[in-house]
């Protein structure tokens, strides 16, 4: 069974911090790892990760896979209070099957 | 007009009742999914269809069904609900390729009582 595990489940830090959240995976015929920021209602999308050691950029969030560890980090600087959300880690599987298998997310809170 | 719709919005039921989740795509999208989340549990998969004459059950299909009515609709019934169906369910709709291939939409808030 495919499972995605990410910690911490809940963090608050205050504005100006740097933070990490951790993402582990078990998915079967792994195709990518996907990264979203949930606020009210829908996901929406941060990086998708396909290969390993080579980091992804956008603004003051990144993020980069490491396949042998099958694991992922996502780091945002200079926090700001509209960085508070919860973060959703995703793992894809190819082949016949299809779909995302999701984290249960870390709920990050950004105090001002 | 969204890319991917989803209705209703909110709805709240009655246990033992029949109630369909509506989900239609812009995207020319084949392939489309349902998800359920719950608090503190992620979203979980539920049904995918790859096209119309294409369903597959996901993780948690107990208890649901779906219909691939056309490439653009995809509907998901819960025959008789019960108070452990009440989640935020998820439609999706993803391409081949890379990047931001999956689209969601804005999500039914289900409520059984």
């Known amino acids: 069974e495919d499972k995605v595990v990410q910690s911490p489940l809940s963090l608050v830090v205050h504005e100006g911090d740097t933070v990490t959240l951790n993402c582990s995976y078990e998915v079967t015929n792994f195709r990518s790892l996907l990264w979203y920021k949930q606020e009210k209602k829908a996901p929406t999308f941060l990086f998708m990760l396909?290969?390993?050691?080579i980091e992804k950029k956008s603004g003051r969030l990144s993020s980069i896979l490491d396949k042998k560890e099958l694991s992922s980090i996502l780091n945002i600087t200079a926090t700001q209070t509209g960085d508070s959300a919860i973060y959703l880690c995703a793992g894809e599987t190819g082949g016949g099957a299809d779909g995302l298998t999701f984290g249960k997310g870390t709920h990050l809170i950004i105090q001002p | 007009d969204a890319d991917v719709t989803q209705t209703p919005r909110n709805r709240i039921t009655k246990t033992g009742k029949r109630i369909m989740l509506e989900c239609s795509q812009t995207k020319g999208h084949d392939r489309m999914y349902w998800y359920r989340q719950d608090p503190g549990l992620g979203l979980r998969l539920i049904y995918y269809?790859?096209?119309?004459?294409?369903?597959n059950k996901g993780e948690i299909s107990d208890g649901y069904s779906v219909s691939r009515q056309a490439q653009a609709k995809f509907s998901l019934s819960l025959e008789s609900a019960i108070p452990n169906q009440t989640a935020l369910y998820f439609c999706?709709?993803?391409?081949?390729?890379?990047?931001?291939?999956?689209?969601f939409g804005s999500g039914t808030r289900l409520t059984v009582v």
């Open positions: 999706a709709t993803s391409e081949p390729g890379t990047g931001d291939r999956y689209t």
């Open positions: 269809s790859f096209d119309v004459k294409d369903i």
């Open positions: 396909t290969s390993s050691g």
